[in-house]
């Protein structure tokens, strides 16, 4: 089994900033990607940034220039800086990973989710 922890997340002014962390743990052979998406109240969920073990990324354009996601390949660990943040960032945040398994079969698991509020 793999299993993800998500830390980070809060409630932040409009224009500021927050990190979030998500670690990956268990039956790891090999990590392909790990990223972000985040799901609003009322709308679907949606990709916010992706990571691959080579360090190519892919972003949503509503955050291309405010947040950066890299990551820790050694830890099985991606960030998510998010700056500039805006009241439309409200929303669930759930960190995502895709690999394989020690046993050779595929994996993709999700987060619990961290609530990221955007509020004056």
């Known amino acids: 089994q793999v299993q993800l922890v998500e830390s980070g997340g809060g409630l932040v002014q409009p224009g500021g900033s927050l990190r979030l962390s998500c670690v990956a743990s268990?039956?790891?052979?090999?990590?392909?990607?790990m990223g972000w998406y985040r799901q609003a109240p009322g709308k679907q969920r949606e990709l916010v940034a992706l990571?691959?073990?080579?360090?190519?990324?892919n972003s949503a354009d509503s955050v291309k220039g405010r947040f950066t996601i890299s990551g820790d390949n050694a830890k099985n660990t991606v960030y998510l800086q998010m700056n500039s943040l805006k009241p439309e960032d409200t929303a669930v945040y759930y960190c995502n990973a895709f690999g394989r398994r020690v046993d050779g079969g595929l994996f993709e698991v999700w987060g619990q989710g961290t609530l990221v509020t955007v509020s004056s």
């Open positions: 990571i691959t073990t080579g360090g190519s990324t």
């Open positions: 268990g039956s790891i052979f090999r990590m392909n990607t």
